[in-house]
């Protein structure tokens, strides 16, 4: 089909792109709502600041914006030295909440994306598990706390235990549904230039499933960060779970709030992080969405 | 009326003088397990169609009379009730590289580049060629159907028109004996389609491939087929086969302005047009 004149769009030219020229209107489209955001931001803390300060609520329930920083900051920039209980040891407790989430988190995937796979691909293996699937992907994981703790004690295992349970269904269940939801037209055309049953979970399902499981561990971060923290507090030594108690047990206001806002940042950077990873493996879905 | 009946008298292929067949369909009836209904869908009834090497056939009928069924049972991916597909004289169990398909919705793989997209079907079936051979062939293809400066380009970043030509090539890469098309155009703006219907054409005559072509558009079944085959409503059965014999390459001549044309259009419009009223009053 080498007409020249008549084809729809032109082939490709050197000048097919050009660098967009600069312009203010160009520059706030871009940066615009970061710009806002930083704003926005300082408003509320500086509001926090003064609203603190101005003694209206006790600093043992409402600390200072300057305060909740300066603690997170020694917090982080220090270690504690080995047996200390608590004071401006954030970084430890961090690591450790980090190292059980993501050890769970590994678990649920190398459990969750085979599960959704094979329930998939397999009406045996759908039909059989779907009812527990189902069943446990609805309990309320909290209710399940008291009773790993009966078996394991308070140990490690018992928050794997919880961060697996909590992470593993919603990666099994979208990985499930990207195999089921597989555009059926995909499949005809890799059959028809003849791939067989193995060329086309290789070829077409698993990389149609592949965002789907991104978006599924999306989930399972959220899911297993508040399965961490849950973990911490019913129990445990260590962890940000762990220092919340503390805080709400010494009345440590500032380290409180400071171990909350971690959280905040920890949770956001991990989503962002998977919206990245989901969108670039997976240009096109982003394009149809808009 | 008397231009159409001597046209569906005509037999099978019997204006080509070596009929060399291709398809043979015998006595195909084709159908679905529908689930949810606990019923049994008969799509297609007792086809029994010839069609001979570089031929070209279009097939029209009404939404839902089966010819994706058809085409796809020629394909390999669907297996007749009763009746057999022969394709060269073997009759069809699966897919094989003797047989290539466009797709209306294009069904490129959106993960990989236009290039990567054209490639996939060396990927999926050895044709003993070697990597130059195929790198040759990939490129060349590439630029038959005009998207060289493309092949890094992924599907979602092409227009439609463009699209459906990485379609065009990926079914052309193998070099098929027989090209398959499920309302390949059907998506793609009227001006582009009529250049993609002259060049498909032309490459078709040129290679000698045989075409099955489905589509929708009257004017496009009577531009591109040797013969035009009407198919009705529910079950699907060859209501009539209507031989054009118009001069080639017709966007050259400008078959348009023949009264031929005029005729040949009106008498299969008419066709379609019956089954389409049955097939909206809910079928026979
Ligand atoms: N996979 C399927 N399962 C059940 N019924 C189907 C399936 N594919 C097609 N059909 C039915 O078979 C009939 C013919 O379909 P199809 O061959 O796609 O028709 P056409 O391509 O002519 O529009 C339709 O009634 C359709 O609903
Ligand atoms: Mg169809």
Redesign the interface.
């Known amino acids: ?4 004149s ?4 032109p ?3 050197s000048g097919r792109y050009t660098d967009a020229q600069w312009s203010f209107a160009e520059f706030w489209r871009r940066w615009g709502s970061w710009f806002i955001t930083i704003i926005n931001l300082t408003c509320f803390f500086i509001l926090w600041e003064l609203f603190a300060r101005s003694g209206a609520i006790s600093p043992l329930f409402l600390p200072t914006a300057s305060g909740m920083f300066e603690t997170l900051y020694n917090g982080l920039t220090t270690t504690a030295p080995p047996g200390s209980v608590i004071s401006g040891s954030i970084l430890d407790h961090l690591g450790y909440s980090m190292m059980t989430l993501f050890t769970g988190l590994a678990i649920a995937c190398v459990i969750g994306i085979p599960a959704g796979l094979l329930m998939g691909g397999n009406r045996a293996v759908e039909t059989i598990l779907s009812p527990y699937i189902w069943a446990l992907a609805s309990l309320p994981r909290i209710a399940l706390v008291p009773l790993f703790i009966l078996f394991m004690g308070f140990t490690v295992k018992m928050q794997i235990t919880i961060i697996v349970l909590s992470a593993v269904f919603p990666i099994i269940i979208n990985a499930w549904a990207g195999v089921k939801t597989t ?1 059926k ?2 499949l ?8 067989g049953k193995w ?1 086309l979970y290789r ?2 399902v698993f ?2 499933t592949l965002p789907f499981i991104i978006s599924g561990i999306q989930q399972g971060i959220g899911r297993g960060l508040i399965g961490v923290v849950i973990a911490e507090i019913f129990g445990g030594s260590r962890g940000l779970g762990y220092l919340i108690q503390r805080a709400a047990d010494t009345f440590n206001s500032s380290l409180m709030y400071a171990v909350l806002m971690l959280l905040v940042i920890v949770s956001l950077s991990l989503i962002n992080f998977t919206r990245w990873l989901e969108a670039y ?4 879905r982003r ?2 969405r808009v | 009326m008397a231009l159409a009946k001597t046209l569906s008298a005509a037999e099978p292929g019997a204006h080509s003088a070596a009929a060399q067949p291709v398809i043979v369909a015998n006595n195909l009836t084709i159908g679905y397990s529908l689930h949810r209904e606990r019923k049994l869908l008969t799509a297609l009834k007792n086809i029994t169609l010839t069609v001979n090497k570089g031929e070209f056939v279009v097939l029209v009928g009404p939404s839902g009379c089966g010819k994706t069924t058809f085409i796809n049972a020629i394909a390999g991916i669907v297996q007749p009730w009763e009746g057999t597909v022969e394709v060269n004289g073997q009759p069809v169990t699966g897919p094989g590289p003797d047989r290539a398909m466009v797709f209306q919705d294009y069904a490129l793989m959106p993960w990989r580049t236009v290039e990567s997209n054209i490639r996939m079907p060396f990927e999926l079936k050895n044709l003993g060629l070697s990597k130059q051979e195929m790198d040759e062939r990939v490129h060349r293809y590439l630029k038959l159907v005009d998207l060289n400066g493309f092949e890094k380009s992924f599907p979602y970043e092409l227009s439609g028109g463009m699209k459906q030509r990485v379609g065009i090539a990926r079914a052309l890469v193998t070099e098929p004996d027989i090209l398959l098309a499920d309302e390949p155009f059907a998506a793609i703006d009227a001006m582009t389609r009529e250049a993609m219907q002259s060049e498909l054409e032309r490459f078709v005559t040129q290679t000698r491939q045989t075409v099955v072509f489905i589509t929708h558009s009257i004017d496009e079944a009577v531009m591109l087929g040797d013969r035009v085959v009407v198919i009705s409503y529910r079950p699907g059965q060859i209501k009539e086969i209507v031989p054009v014999n118009l001069p080639r390459p017709r966007f050259d001549y400008d078959v348009k302005a023949l009264p031929e044309y005029g005729e040949l259009r009106e008498h299969i419009w008419r066709l379609v047009k019956d089954e389409a009223l049955q097939a909206a009053r809910g079928g026979k």
């Open positions: 089909m080498s007409v020249q008549s084809s729809a769009t082939p490709a030219e555009e037209s995909l005809s055309a890799a059959r028809v230039f003849g791939a060329d070829k077409v990389p149609y493996v997976a240009p096109w394009l149809d």
